[in-house]
């Protein structure tokens, strides 16, 4: 399913009615945003339980880091960055 979304001028997103129905998503549910150079991806988190399909993700995110050769210091300068930004 492909849905057209606008982002608000605060940043925020709506996730189209049908999709949460669809699946399950209701208010507070937590997610983990991921991106790479192109792509923003949202996953749920599962609630009260380690998710090993989020930890195996993250596994495969840390693979590409090492690759490109983006350490945990880079990381937290741009963490830093973004903070000042605000």
Known sequence: MIE?????????????K????????QER????IVRDS?????R???R???DRKLLSLL??????FEEARISAEDVKEEIRK?????
């Open 38 to 42: 192109e792509n923003v991806i949202l």
């Open 18 to 25: 049908r999709i949460r129905k669809e699946m399950g998503l």
């Open 4 to 16: 057209v979304v606008t982002m608000s001028s605060r940043g925020q997103l709506v996730i189209p």
């Open 59 to 64: 596994d495969e995110f840390a693979k590409k």
């Open 29 to 32: 549910d937590k997610f983990i």
């Open 44 to 46: 749920k988190i599962k």
């Open 48 to 50: 009260g339980q380690p």
């Open 82 to 86: 973004a903070r000042a930004r605000k």
